[in-house]
């Protein structure tokens, strides 16, 4: 039971490059998110999946995409990174149906674009 | 607009003394809170959460947390800190309407705990 894993865990891009973070759960869960962590600032929702096949946006959703590929899992996708998309990326799931729920994160990807 | 307070950038504390770290927050109706920690290079671990009842939320690793509704605080506690305690701690609260189930997180507190 590996939890959420998240590739790759760490990317250099030059400014105007495209790449997809990846993200997969094995705990069944309904709900998929994906944060931006920068320092002093907390993490920040850019997408979530409340179930197999709904998007929606989040606080932070300028300049990405994401894809709910199935239940386990769920992409993000850079089209045209810039240099403030610098950061750490962390994928998150959790039970639906539940305000409660535990939301369970990822390791992380350390992005920098130069 | 609904927000997490962390007021401590961060909080030391000498190995074997009682920690506290503070988190404030303002949600419109009933908050479920939350409190990470991370480790350097790691992702967020969860630690506990408060959903309702025992104002009093224990947790893993011997934290606990206290919920105080009237001063709209959620402060993680340990009785006695572990140097391995040491590291980034965030607090997060879910408004129990809201249908994303988003978590709205603080900008995190360091511990550094000394031998």
């Known amino acids: 039971n590996a939890g959420v894993t998240q590739t790759p865990k760490f990317q250099v891009l030059k400014t105007g490059q495209s790449m997809t973070l990846q993200c997969a759960q094995d705990m069944n869960h309904n709900s998929m998110y994906w944060y931006r962590q920068d320092p002093g600032m907390g993490l920040r929702l850019i997408y979530y999946s409340a179930s197999e096949g709904t998007t929606d946006k989040g606080e932070v959703p300028n300049g990405y995409n994401v894809s709910r590929l199935n239940k386990r899992e769920f992409s993000l996708r850079l089209e045209s990174a810039a240099p403030s998309q610098t950061s750490v990326y962390f994928c998150?799931?959790?039970?639906?149906?539940?305000?409660?729920?535990?939301?369970?994160f990822g390791p992380g990807t350390r992005l920098l674009v130069l | 607009a609904q927000s997490v307070a962390q007021p401590e950038d961060q909080v030391n504390v000498a190995e074997g003394n009682p920690l506290t770290v503070k988190c404030t927050y303002s949600v419109s109706g009933n908050p479920y809170l939350f409190w990470y920690v991370q480790y350097p290079n790691r992702g967020l671990q969860f630690l506990l959460k408060y959903i309702t009842g025992d104002n009093l939320v224990k947790g893993s690793y011997g934290f606990e947390a206290e919920f105080n509704k009237s001063q709209t605080s959620f402060h993680l506690k340990k009785p006695s800190a572990l140097v391995s305690d040491s590291a980034l701690y965030f607090c997060a609260v879910r408004p129990w309407m809201d249908s994303s189930y988003k978590l709205i997180f603080g900008s995190g507190t360091r511990l550094l705990v000394r031998p």
């Open positions: 998150a799931s959790s039970e639906a149906g539940r305000a409660s729920a535990t939301q369970y």
